[in-house]
């Protein structure tokens, strides 16, 4: 394979005219009329001087050849599972076809591709592309969310016309953009290494009785893209979990927090992290009492008195000493609430409020996207509607920022 090999650049630039170590890339293709847009994936990689491995799936091979990726890589593609295949430093898989996600998610190996993927335990960066009705089949969608759980990042698929003449979600995101996230990637690896970040996340349930609650409809997913994000990054994460709906990332440490007064002991008790994101909806008030066992029906009407709870990033706020990232997050309605944000920046004396539009149901609460306002003292920073996932990414590079990382 010798002559595939030219001589290694000891560094190479990204678009951003950074200074990028060079990268040892595994590409994984697979099967689908999207894999031609993996040769210019494969140029854009090879011109900032990374070293790429091209991986096809047998299937892939039927859409394109190995030798035009082994020509523009400049090295020989494994036929077999080599030790080296491990110890790179991203695996990206563009295009990934419904049908490698689901073998990913088995964890099935029965080729080199899924052989690599089993064994490597670096970041994993993936583009589906498939039809649009596959991609939104529950067994697909199970199968994301088993990836994603697990710390696989996902770019795409994309809104657009598809090779059959449908129109919806399956589109492969274009090759630029997953360069670029795959570049990011691989400069943010180390940039919160050695920080501690403490996230919560989820909706708390304050109880009224014995079966019954008090809560919000917070799914969790903002904050556990947040923990995932961090980790990417480097970072030792902390997520307390408030009745999460979505699947924990892997490689973080979770408690569980289901009430408000449970966040506020667990979070108070990690007060010296380096960086607090509060993206749980916790509760202002909880019931004063709460019934024992299960409340019987009865004629009268049930009244409750509600008392309030303790204000847990007031308390971060104030009692500051560390020179820690404070985050606050802040669901409200409209400009007032926009306005009513920028308050709770002095108030609760955080670095950074994250304020999203809770009157609009495409967004925010218990949806997968969100579209968001970063609130701090040096200005106001609006991101475009985009999942979660991508909007977790914008607030880690404000902390990162903050941080001086
Ligand atoms: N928060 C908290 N402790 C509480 C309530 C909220 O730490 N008991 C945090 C949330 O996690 C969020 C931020 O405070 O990061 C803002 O929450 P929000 O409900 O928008 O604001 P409140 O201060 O509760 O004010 P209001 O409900 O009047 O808008």
Redesign the pocket.
């Known amino acids: 394979m010798t002559h595939w090999i030219r001589r290694r650049r000891k560094c190479g630039f990204s678009r951003y005219g950074h200074n990028v170590r060079v990268a040892r890339v595994l590409l994984g293709v697979t099967g689908g009329i999207a894999a031609y847009k993996a040769c210019e994936l494969t140029r854009l990689l090879v011109r900032t001087g990374h070293e790429v491995t091209p991986i096809l799936t047998p299937d892939a091979e039927r859409f394109v050849t190995a030798h035009t990726f082994e020509a523009l890589a400049r090295r020989e593609m494994p036929r077999e599972l080599y030790p080296h295949l491990v110890e790179a430093d991203l695996l990206l898989i563009a295009p990934l076809s419904a049908n490698t996600l689901a073998k990913l998610a088995q964890g099935l190996a029965d080729n080199v591709l899924t052989q690599s993927a089993l064994a490597f335990d670096g970041p994993v960066l993936a583009a589906p592309a498939m039809n649009p009705r596959m991609w939104s089949h529950p067994a697909t969608q199970e199968n994301v969310e088993t990836l994603r759980r697990r710390g696989v990042e996902l770019i795409g698929p994309d809104q657009g016309d598809t090779a059959e003449g449908d129109v919806g979600v399956g589109r492969m995101t274009e090759p630029d953009e997953i360069f670029e996230r795959g570049v990011s990637l691989l400069e943010m690896r180390d940039q919160l290494r050695g920080r501690r970040v403490l996230v919560?996340a989820g909706g708390t349930r304050e109880p009224l009785d014995a079966v019954r609650f008090l809560g919000n409809r917070s799914s969790g997913r903002m904050g556990a893209a947040l923990a995932a994000e961090a980790r990417r990054r480097g970072a030792e994460v902390t997520l307390v979990s408030a009745n999460l709906s979505v699947p924990t990332p892997v490689g973080v440490d979770v408690v569980d927090a289901p009430t408000?007064e449970d966040?506020?002991r667990e979070?108070l008790a990690r007060r010296d992290a380096d960086v607090v994101l509060?993206?749980?909806?916790?509760?202002?008030y909880r019931p004063a009492e709460r019934a024992e066992g299960k409340r019987p029906k009865g004629g009268e009407p049930w009244t409750v008195t509600l008392e309030?709870?303790?204000?847990?990033?007031?308390?971060?706020g104030a009692g500051r000493t560390n020179g820690a990232v404070l985050?606050?997050?802040?669901?409200?309605v409209g400009e007032r609430?926009l306005e009513?944000?920028r308050e709770?920046l002095a108030?609760?004396q955080?670095d950074l409020?994250?304020f999203n539009d809770v009157s609009r149901e495409d967004i925010g609460f218990d949806a997968a996207d969100n579209e968001v306002v970063l609130v701090s003292a040096d200005g106001e920073q609006r991101l475009e509607k985009a999942s979660k996932e991508r909007i977790a990414v914008a607030i880690l590079d404000a902390v990162a920022h903050r941080l001086g990382s």
């Not at 509060?278 to 202002?284: G, K, Q, R, S, T």
Request: aromatic share 2%; hydrophobic share 55%; net charge neutral.
């Open positions: 919560t408000a966040v506020a979070t509060m993206a749980a909806a916790v509760a202002d309030p709870t303790t204000d847990v990033l007031r308390e971060l985050v606050g997050f802040a669901a409200d609430g009513r944000a709770k108030t609760k955080v409020i994250v």
